[in-house]
């Protein structure tokens, strides 16, 4: 069930005075956001870390090349 179909049941759930039931869809919303935040955020990071790394190879490259001596 996609987000827009749980909040349609939690509206309905909500005119139909069926609390419990909004209160579980309501939980399973917010649950569903909190996971996309943190699975987004976890994205994020690992990118960054990514490319931290790769730069810092980039760098050792880099400093590794002999310097072309001028003659």
Known sequence: MDTNEI???MIDDI???NNTDAKD???TIISNKLTDA???K???IAQAIYS???EEEEEEIE???P???EE
């Open 7 to 9: 909040i349609n049941k």
């Open 15 to 17: 005119i139909d005075g």
């Open 63 to 65: 400093e590794d090349e």
């Open 52 to 54: 931290k790394e790769k």
């Open 42 to 44: 976890k994205i994020e």
């Open 38 to 40: 943190l699975d987004a």
């Open 25 to 27: 869809s309501f939980e």
């Open 67 to 69: 310097v072309p001596s």
